[in-house]
């Protein structure tokens, strides 16, 4: 069946920590990539996309992820994170197949980070 | 806000009762969805609409109806037959095509008593 792994429910950083959130997903065709952000008490919001061309793709505050096509893999990597950045962080797979698509979201990544 | 707004912010609803969540847009999108949201299992998609008078369900539908009269509005009604109900609902909505760019509002709890 179909599906979007992400493989850390939960993670802690503290500041200036490199981050690394994985999102796997199974599905062989044609797909389009998202990563959306739930920032404490605000909306669920689009942090970076990843449709065609260049597989390493840049989003907001210095969020990047990179598509790799024989890993169905795109996860999201920041240098050093912030407090800032404790959100909670959603992978999400578009999968294009003839005249049914669909689009599955990942259970989500915690993310604390400490001062 | 990015032109959606769900109300009420918490709803209460008592067994056997039907409850509506309201969902309206001003952005001028098309397509309209509706998503549950549960602790460690992501976003589910209960029902999603294309264009106005014409809606299909998502995963999880059973339990749940909506209607799209008009391209601002997308209500979703939480029937008595939905037996867990308790959960963060968020609209959705895309310019055209449910693989476009999603833009959520802020959504609506729902919680029985």
């Known amino acids: 069946a179909q599906s979007v792994s992400q493989h850390n429910h939960h993670v802690i950083l503290s500041e200036a920590a490199s981050l690394e959130l994985g999102c796997n997903y199974s599905?062989?065709?044609?797909?389009?990539l998202f990563w959306y952000v739930q920032y404490p008490g605000q909306h669920l919001q689009l942090l970076l996309k990843y449709f065609s061309g260049d597989p390493l793709v840049k989003g907001i505050k210095g969020f990047e992820a990179e598509f790799i096509k024989s890993k169905f893999s795109f996860n999201l990597r920041k240098p050093s994170v912030q407090w800032s950045d404790t959100a909670e962080y959603f992978c999400a797979v578009m999968m294009f197949s003839g005249g049914y698509n669909k689009l599955i979201f990942g259970a989500g990544t915690r993310l604390a980070v400490h001062p | 806000d990015g032109g959606i707004t769900q109300s009420p912010k918490y709803l209460f609803r008592k067994e056997g009762q039907n409850v509506t969540l309201s969902c309206e847009q001003n952005?001028?999108?098309?397509?309209m969805y509706w998503y549950r949201q549960d602790p460690g299992q992501g976003l589910r998609l209960i029902y999603y609409s294309q264009i106005v008078n014409d809606f299909q369900k998502g995963d999880i539908a059973e339990g749940y109806s909506v209607s799209r009269e008009k391209k601002e509005s997308f209500p979703l009604t939480v029937t008595s037959a939905q037996k867990n109900p308790t959960a963060f609902y968020l609209c959705?909505?895309?310019?055209?095509?449910?693989?476009?760019?999603?833009?959520f509002g802020p959504g609506t709890r729902l919680l029985v008593l």
């Open positions: 599905y062989g065709g044609t797909v389009n």
């Open positions: 952005l001028n999108h098309d397509a």
């Open positions: 959705a909505t895309t310019p055209g095509h449910l693989g476009e760019t999603q833009y």
